[in-house]
Structures are given as C-alpha cells and as structure tokens.
C-alpha cells in the first residue's frame, strides 16, 4: 500500500482529481447561491414595496383598531400573500388573514424588529417552498403605532431552485466519470512514459550504452528524453575514450617494462658479460626508464588538465621572447637532425596564460616539427595578430599529416606512424597536451598543410592588449 502512494501515477491521479473535486464542488455552490440571492433580492424588493403600501394606508387612521384596519385591508389585500399580519404598538394581532379570532399576540422577530422602527426581510426554504416575509413599522405623526408582517410562499420558484441543483448534480456525476476515467488513463500514459525513461535510465547505468530513451512529442519529457538520450551518446564516447585510454596506457607503459626486464634478466643470465656489453644493457635501460618516467609525467599532466576549467595564475605574456628562449634550447636537436631553425616574430603579440603552460605548448610544437622533419629540412616559428588574436604557426618540411589522421592527432596515444614515432622516443602525448593547454586558455589549435609539402600547426589565442593588463603585472 506504502508502494501504491508512492507511484507517480496515484500521485498524478490523486491530483486530478482534487483538482475535479474542487471545481464541481464550485460549479454545485456558486451557481445556486448567485441564483438564490437573485431570488431573494427580487423578493425582497416585492414585499417590500407591498408593506409600504400597507403602511401608508394604515399611517392616516390614527389609532389602530380591528374594525378600522380590517376596513382597510379589505380593500388592499388581493389574496396573493401566504399570511398577512397587522398588529398594534403592544404586537396585539388587528388584522390576520389566516384567522378571524384577533385576541393574539404576535412574538414573531421580524413584528418585534418593525415595532422598534427597522424594515425587515428574511427568506429561507421549508419543505418545497420558499418562504419570503418582511415586516415594517406603521408610523403617524414619527410614532409608530403597529406593524405589518407579510408573508409568501413560493413552490415555483422553489421548484426552480431545486431543479437547477438536481441538473448540476448530474451533470457533475457524468463530468466526474468521464473526467476520472480520462485522469487515469492520462496519469497511467504519463507515468508509462516515465517509466520506460526510468528503465532506460536503469539499462544505461548498467553499462548499456546503447539503450536509447523513446521520444515522443514535445513537452518536457520529450526533451528530457532527448536530453537524456545526448547524455548517454557523450558517456558511451567518454567510456570508449576511456577503456581506449587505458589499452593504449597499458600498452605503452608495458613496453619499456618489457625492455627493461629482458634488459635486466640479460645481464643476470649471462656470465662473464664484457663490460661494454654491460655499459650498453644499462644505458638502454636507462634510456627505457627515461621513457617510461615521460609517459608518467606526461600522464599525470593531463590528469591535472582534466580537473580544472582555466589555467592557475594566468598572467599577461608577450609570446616573442618565449619562442626565442624556446628556439635557443632545440637548437641542439634541431642541429643533430639536420633541421634549420627560423623565426618570424611579429611584436605585441600578449596573451593571458602561465609561462609553464606556455612553454609546453612551444616545446612540444616545435620538438615534433623537429623530430619528425626530414634531413636538411626547415621548421619555421612564425607569429603574428589581429586586433582580437594572436596566431603562433609552426611549419615543417616533413612528410606530412594525411588528411583522415588530422582530426585524430590530438587523442592520446594516436601516433600516424607508430614505429617512428617510437624511434623518435614519442609518446604520443604531446599534442594532447598542446590542446587542453590552448582550449584552456580560450583559444585553439589545427593543422593544414604547410606550404613545401609538411604540415602547419597554428595556435590562436586571445590577444591580451596593453590597455587591459592591470597596474603592476608583470608583461
């Protein structure tokens, strides 16, 4: 039963029919009191208007006595009033309609109130009639000498009255059928449509990535199904992304383990190992932990990148003294290559980021542009701006980048070619870094082809001008 309540469904059906409950239950009130105070009012202005007559007719005699005001309502009363009533100052009964002994008193409320000077009304219902009475005081001379209590039964108005609320009845009888029957089968489709939402909610979070969520309509939830069904296209790829992560981590990092143990187990099992052999096992093991200490520093690198939105202390930096000092340090690389090093800097070209974060992207750029150039090949650093971005290119005379690989360079581990990437000691990390360096800091990074047939990386940045560097950062 705890279950029952619960569920959406008896929680929709619930509401539905409070709401259906409130609005017949105002459709059953309203009308019958707007229709019933029209009613009396009408009434009311009627007896009314008849006690004025009779107490103008009754204020010139003076001094009441049963034969004069039976005199006088002989002549007034037509007949059409339930009960007609004249007493005197004291509430003794001068004048009934009803009945010939006149020795009474009438105690009646409304003849007590017009003794005292009030006009009053009252109307109510008794049995199948509406009775209607008012009553006011007869003056002569500012005394008030009797009063006239008057008295109507209305069945037809009261019939009326009655029928109007017996046709509400049913029709509210009817109207709440059709509604409750309406409200379930609704809240039942709503609550189906939840619920296979919540299933498919189920099947994902199961691993089942490929469940997708029915779209039907265009309420809110359709677009929470819609919603829902991109959530879980960007977790399957972010799940694929992952498991491909870790196959490729794996992979690389066993590489250089496999080495370093055949290394090791090498100079274990083999006696009287020369010295030179000796020296060249350890430096290739060192050479493979060297490796293995970049794939893990490069690692955690990204790992930091993916938990943060914007790069630390970000700080206003003019790019040209960077490239140089960069140029300065591969030299030497560039030279054991065969690779010719130019610079094409343009001045005030200032962007907003960490020099580290920088460099990083400067050293990785120009590394690969060395590395994977051919003999006697050229790498050219050229930087330039607009009035809003600053463009750092990076053009190699090396073989190239096929155009199916150009969007997939930037995933870790993906390497063109893979064994000389090796040989080049890559780990293909580099350019993933160079990506969540520049996206991080609001800008962006493709390549194209360069123009002797190598590739061209071009970096834009979100050129941070003079005026907007504050008082005392540094530049």
């Not at 509430?91 to 109130?113: C, K, M, V, W």
């Amino acid at each position: 039963m705890k279950k029952l309540f619960s569920r959406l469904q008896f929680k929709l059906a619930a509401t539905y029919i409070l709401i259906i409950v409130a609005i017949l239950a105002l459709l059953n009130t309203y009308p019958l009191i707007a229709s019933q105070q029209l009613l009396f009012q009408t009434k009311q202005g009627s007896l009314q208007s008849q006690a004025a007559i009779f107490t103008s007719s009754l204020g010139v005699i003076g001094t009441l006595t049963p034969e004069n005001v039976a005199q006088t309502m002989e002549l007034l009363d037509d007949g059409s009033l339930y009960r007609l009533l004249v007493t005197d100052a004291s509430g003794r009964i001068l004048y009934d309609n009803q009945e010939e002994s006149t020795a009474r008193y009438a105690l009646f409320y409304e003849i007590t109130r017009a003794l005292k000077g009030y006009d009053v009304f009252q109307a109510g219902f008794s049995g199948s009639a509406m009775d209607s009475r008012a009553a006011a005081p007869i003056q002569y001379r500012g005394q008030t000498v009797g009063a006239v209590f008057l008295c109507e039964r209305d069945e037809a108005q009261a019939a009326l009255l009655y029928g109007i609320r017996a046709t509400l009845r049913t029709i509210s009888v009817i109207s709440c059928a059709i509604l409750l029957v309406l409200s379930y089968f609704f809240s039942r489709w709503y609550s189906h449509r939840v619920s296979g939402l919540l299933s498919t909610m189920g099947g994902v979070r199961d691993g089942d990535f490929d469940r997708r969520a029915e779209v039907r309509g265009r309420d809110e939830l359709a677009e929470l199904a819609e919603a829902f069904n991109d959530l879980t296209d960007r977790i399957r790829d972010t799940e694929e992304l992952r498991r491909r992560f870790v196959a490729d981590a794996s992979h690389e990092l066993k590489t250089p383990l496999a080495s370093i143990q055949l290394l090791a187990d090498s100079i274990l099992q083999t006696e009287n190992m020369p010295p030179a052999m000796q020296r060249e096992f350890v430096s290739d093991i060192g050479q493979e932990a060297g490796r293995l200490g970049r794939i893990t520093e490069q690692l955690l690198q990204l790992a930091r990148s993916d938990y943060v939105d914007e790069i630390p202390q970000a700080e206003a930096l003019e790019l040209g003294p960077v490239v140089q000092e960069t140029l300065r340090r591969l030299e030497p690389l560039a030279r054991e290559n065969d690779v010719t090093l130019t610079a094409r800097l343009q001045s005030d070209c200032r962007v907003r980021m960490t020099e580290d974060a920088l460099r990083q992207i400067l050293f990785n750029l120009i590394e690969n542009a060395i590395k994977y150039n051919r003999p006697q090949g050229r790498v050219t650093v050229s930087l330039s701006h607009t009035e809003q971005l600053v463009s750092l290119r990076v053009t190699d005379t090396g073989v190239g980048i096929p155009e199916a690989d150009r969007e997939r360079i930037f995933q870790r581990f993906y390497r063109v070619d893979k064994a000389r990437s090796r040989a080049a000691g890559g780990t293909g990390l580099g350019l993933s870094i160079v990506q969540q360096a520049v996206e991080l800091s609001g800008g962006r990074v493709y390549v194209t082809d360069g123009e002797d047939g190598g590739s061209c990386f071009t970096v834009e940045l979100p050129r941070c001008r003079e005026e907007e560097i504050p008082c005392g950062e540094p530049v």
